[in-house]
């Protein structure tokens, strides 16, 4: 019973993939594109932990899977805040939240005002999916697919890339690339 059973999975799966594939090929396209500047390698400053994460998050997307894009990426950008901010000298990045790494970035001048304030922005994504949010609340997930007129992972796949952009951006600024 269980060789059926694994068999049937692997029949699913292998079915699943050929009717994903050009989707997922379409996927792989938009993250060679924002993140062709990495193509060949680049240095992260939260070490394995950002390197993990990235990969993750372009596989994870690449896959459909948006709200771990989403967390994927965000926490990336964490990682990568703290670390600038440790080899500043800043040893308590290690367990600040969020905010505090965005402020004290920007203090050290780190990051310039533009890029706070699409750090904010995306935290405020990342909070919408990550913390319960009342019908009532401005950036409860689904009031927001209402509001856009869209379907909810439509809502996800657009945060997804929109978030994707700017860890993009991100990198690109702290590496010099364009």
Known sequence: MVEAS????EAHLAQSDTESCSQRVARFRVVSRVFAFAEDGIG????SSSAQSF???RFAYMDG???ATILLAVACLEQELAGMLHASGDD???NAKFTD???????LNLIDAAMVEELDKLRVIRNSYTHFRTLKHPQNWAMRSIAQEADHTDVLESDALQIMEVLASFMR???GSN
């Open 44 to 47: 992260l400053w939260g070490g």
């Open 92 to 94: 308590s990045a290690a």
């Open 173 to 175: 600024s702290r590496h």
């Open 65 to 67: 899977l948006f709200l």
């Open 55 to 57: 990969a993750e998050m």
């Open 101 to 107: 790494l965005i402020r004290k970035s920007e203090e």
């Open 6 to 9: 694994i068999a049937e999975m």
